[in-house]
């Protein structure tokens, strides 16, 4: 077989060739118009990097069908792997089943976690001694703003994937809304990471958040970082638009928005927030890019600009972006914990509704990452109070967890061990947050590890964890294989006790005077020994993830059947065969009862095929 | 072990449980944040807010913590137990309970916050004046009477009012014993007040990320009582203001003042080189 067969290949022959174009078309205008000197490498690149990412979408066959359409040429929906070709292939390249995009995302999600998870072995190590060992504070400052920025796509690419496989599959729909569009989505991520990648050759020292005026004046690697994410976001708004429309149009029969498993719910406040916020986030970096680029004095003071108005912009979306990457997770622990406790989940409406208020007060919260940075004083206030209602949601969330435990007959294989731990790490994260809430307190607290530890808990704790869960949990019904239970609960035993180590030493060096972002630290702060314990459990949290890779891997060949509801689950999922076959429902379904009904005798969640006509299957 | 969910005892252990697991939560977070010396009135009241918080923080990681590996150990499934587990799908009353309860504890911290930031962040009149210039990677302290120097000295129980000026990219002031911190923002000065109520040697560190040596962007700060200042500021003013000697806003990394120890005063010059290893001028 030809590699040539890949789209990923022909994709990435397109994004070479693209690059290429922009190089020389950017150096020929130049040399027409004649500039001195015709190769200016800056805007050379910038071209680049945008005809490239177009290129490669071109070479990998997403926009084929829509070009055919302007051609008027049919374009009828392939089902199943590509002629002619091993299985294994339509993941190397254009499918169009929700289920192999889902995977698609998940895996490149795991890459990625282990991409920025090895950055940060790699400066812990560094670390864990004062003085500069092998990195250069340029290499040092580089590698720690890529660990931010490759960690939080890894958290978009698995919650993409999280949602694409499983909210059809929940509403018991034949595919996403806009299948096209969906593999748009998750492959304009590839040229976005390696972008973003690439933007390591060229340095950038601005850490995730590239404040400027120092992402105006540091090394070109900034621009890549700037488009790379400019892909990233445009995959969150079309991908979740695709979501909305999948679960606003095309449930079953009688699943009204108060009977869809939680998870929809979770993902459905969680879309809303990628469709609304996250162009602020493309226009703060493109305005970053062009003021680097034709001298915009949008953030430049001697230009009419502040640099304090990136720092709206920017955290105007990255604020609520906290909730995009934990509310799928929050909604992972709601999911499954019912499952193991043999319980209804306590509250349905409460904890359904307890995400969309977290949604909508995050958005007016964004102002508390910027108490020091020389906004208005007055707008202190307000921030801090809005900051703080943010706990009377979240609150909801862990009582009604509670709530769900209590009185059950609790189970605890690898998944359920999982969603405890991530509550356990979370409740670390949330209950560090007001500390950081009220001014006064953040002051001395705010830009150190302190911080860190804070939101390193709540990313593990709200996305990391209920991630590891989640692969658990559904990776049954993926692979029709169950994984190897022990291995799982030794990669448990071994990262959340290490995880809690991370984060409360982390929290501890903060407190005593330890900044954020710096390659080399004060010996007199006596950190030192708080930087060994937090690079060892560094450590020990990436041989758990390797641990679980082997797991899943291994138990691919060799795991036990799993037959199709090994968790007795209600979801309509599990009623279906594992691994999904192709047309994931043989006939559509009916709903028919409440979602976690457990322990209610005679009770059922869905019927197949139903009594009923079938309102929406055909409208889509 | 009573095994009901709805069974009184349940919740009378549990209720135990909680309060002495919130004592000694307390008493090992305390021990694990071991804020610095407390250098300023400051540092009196945000440590007292911080603490509070703790409180909150280990009653409600007890609430939480207790409950849960409570209902792990007595609500696990026992061998051959077949059945499910207790039906009941919410309760409203308590919904709304631990929805007003949070909101009560929000409003307590919004108001002991905003008095809080009231306090560390009020002004006084005859405040003692002080220009910080940060730029990639190092400070200049400019007194009003335009003595320049490139460590912060400074007298005891004074309200200091520090206006912060970036030259370049933004920085941030931090000394940590003082608790206060404040970006500098190139284009607007923005300002800073904190009361010493310690003498001694401490440091200002730069705490927002200012490109390649921004781990070293660090410079000495004496806290000195009052007439240890004068002194300190008459040398300075015999040695920069009346000679004319430029060096001082000449060089950039800077023969300025080391060596101070106690009452003592200034005595000589020593370069400062941007790294981490300052001489470290403790007694």
Same mark, same amino acid.
């Given at each position: ?12 022959? #397109? ?73 294994? +292939? ?118 995730? /958040? ?8 540091? =090394? ?55 469709? +609304? ?10 305005? !970053? ?5 034709? #001298? ?13 108005? *990136? ?6 979306? =990255? ?20 499952? &193991? ?53 979240? %609150? ?6 509670? %709530? ?60 990391? &964890?209920? *991630? ?17 239970? /022990?291995? #799982? ?75 199709? $509801? ?44 139903? #009594? ?9 | ?58 009653? !409600? ?49 919004? &108001?002991?916050?905003? $008095? ?77 007040? &904190? ?13 927002? !990320?200012?490109?390649? $040596? ?70």
């Amino acid at each position: 077989m030809s590699l040539m067969k890949l789209g990923l290949v022909r994709g990435l022959i #397109g994004q070479a060739v693209g690059t290429l174009i922009g190089l020389v078309l950017v150096t020929l205008l130049r040399a027409a118009f004649g500039a001195n000197p015709a190769w200016l490498p800056e805007p050379a690149w910038v071209a680049g990097a945008i005809i490239g990412g177009i290129g490669f979408m071109y070479g990998v066959g997403s926009l084929d069908d829509w070009i055919k359409w302007m051609r008027g040429i049919p374009t009828p929906l392939r089902h199943g792997p590509p002629p002619s070709q091993p299985a294994w +292939t339509r993941y190397f390249g254009v499918d169009y089943n929700h289920k192999i995009i889902g995977i698609q995302y998940g895996v490149t999600g795991l890459l990625m976690l282990i991409v920025g998870g090895s950055f940060a072995l790699i400066f812990r190590t560094e670390l864990v001694r004062p003085g500069l060992q092998f990195l250069d504070s340029n290499t040092y400052n580089t590698i720690m703003s890529l660990h931010g920025w490759t960690a939080l796509m890894s958290v978009l690419l698995a919650v993409g994937g999280m949602s694409n496989y499983l909210v059809p599959l929940m509403v018991g729909a034949e595919d996403m809304a806009f299948p096209r569009l969906n593999a748009f989505a998750y492959w304009v991520n590839v040229p976005a990471i390696i972008l973003l990648l690439t933007s390591l050759f060229f340095g950038w020292d601005g850490g995730w /958040t590239v404040y400027p005026p120092l992402s105006v004046i540091g =090394s070109m690697g900034f621009q890549f970082v700037f488009y790379g994410i400019f892909f990233l976001g445009l995959s969150s708004i079309l991908g979740s638009i695709n979501i909305i429309v999948t679960m606003l149009r095309m449930r079953p029969p009688g699943m009204s928005l108060f009977r869809m498993p939680i998870f929809c719910w979770a993902v459905l406040a969680t879309s809303f927030l990628q469709m +609304t916020a996250t162009q602020f986030i493309g226009m703060s970096f493109l305005m !970053l890019s062009w003021q680097r680029l034709l #001298g915009m004095g949008f953030f430049d003071p001697a230009k009419g600009g502040t640099p304090i108005l *990136f720092q709206h912009t920017f955290w105007f979306y =990255s604020h609520p972006a906290v909730y995009i990457f934990v509310l799928p997770g929050l909604g992972i622990i709601s999911e499954i914990l019912p499952v &193991f406790a043999r319980k209804p989940l306590f509250g349905y409406r409460w904890v359904a509704l307890s995400s969309v208020a977290i949604a909508m007060v995050g958005f007016i919260v964004w102002g508390h990452h910027m108490f020091v940075s020389g906004y208005a004083e007055y707008l202190r206030v307000p921030f801090m109070i809005s900051t703080l209602l943010v706990a009377v949601p979240t %609150g909801v969330k862990f009582f009604s967890w509670l %709530g769900t435990l209590w009185g059950g007959r609790l189970t605890f294989p690898t998944p359920m061990l999982f969603v405890l731990g991530a509550i356990s790490v979370f409740l670390l994260g949330g209950l560090s947050g007001p500390i950081l809430g009220t001014v006064a307190s953040d002051m001395p607290l705010t830009d150190t590890y302190f911080v860190l530890g804070h939101f390193h808990a709540t990313l593990f704790g709200g996305y990391v &964890f209920p *991630f590891i869960a989640a692969i658990y949990y559904w990776y049954p019904k993926i692979t029709g294989r169950m994984y190897n239970e /022990t291995m #799982g609960k030794v990669h448990f035993w071994i990262m959340t006790p290490a995880f809690w180590m991370m984060s409360l030493g982390q929290m501890t060096i903060g407190v005593m005077g330890m900044r954020r972002r710096i390659a080399d630290y004060d010996p007199t702060l006596h950190v030192e020994f708080g930087h060994l314990i937090i690079t060892i459990a560094g450590f020990a949290i990436a041989f758990g993830i390797l641990l679980m890779i082997y797991n899943l891997l291994h138990s691919l060949d060799v795991g036990k059947v799993a037959g199709n $509801n090994p968790w007795r689950s209600r979801s309509p999922e599990w009623q279906i065969p594992s691994p999904v076959p192709e047309h994931s429902y043989a006939m559509p379904i009916s709903v028919v009862g409440e979602p976690y009904d457990y322990g209610l005798a005679n009770s059922t969640y869905i019927q197949m095929g139903g #009594g009923h006509a079938v309102a929406h299957a055909g409208d889509d | 072990m009573p095994k009901s969910a709805s069974d009184k005892r349940h919740f009378l252990i549990i209720a135990a449980l909680i309060v002495i697991s919130t004592v000694v939560l307390y008493f090992l977070l305390d021990k694990m944040l071991p804020l610095p010396a407390q250098g300023s009135d400051e540092a009196l009241v945000i440590d007292g807010l911080i603490k509070s918080h703790l409180v909150v923080i280990a009653f !409600l990681f007890s609430l939480v913590g207790v409950f849960m590996i409570y209902a792990l150990v007595v609500f696990r499934k026992r061998e051959g137990d077949e059945s499910e587990g207790e039906h009941f799908e919410g309760n409203t009353v308590l919904e709304i309970v631990w929805t007003v309860v949070p909101l009560i504890f929000v409003v307590f911290f919004a &108001f002991y916050g905003i $008095n809080a930031l009231a306090q560390v962040t009020h002004s006084e009149p005859n405040e003692f004046e002080v220009k910080a210039e940060g730029q990639q990677w190092s400070w200049d302290f400019v007194y009003p009477n335009g003595v320049v120097s490139p460590e912060l000295v400074l007298p005891v129980n004074k309200r200091i009012h520090v206006t912060l000026h970036s030259k370049d990219v933004l920085h941030d002031f931090w000394i940590p014993e003082m608790r206060v911190k404040q970006d500098l923002v190139p284009g607007q000065d923005t300002q800073i007040r &904190f009361t010493p109520i310690l003498t001694g040697d401490f440091k200002v560190r730069c705490a927002e !990320l200012c490109g390649r $040596n921004h781990y070293s962007m660090e410079t000495p700060v004496h806290i000195m009582q009052q007439a240890d200042y004068e002194k300190w500021m008459s040398d300075q003013e015999a040695a920069q203001l009346s000679g004319g000697s430029s060096t001082i806003t000449d060089t950039a990394n800077i023969t300025g003042t080391a060596n101070i120890s106690g009452t003592t005063g200034v005595s000589g010059t020593t370069s400062v080189t941007n790294t981490i290893n300052v001489t470290d001028t403790s007694k």
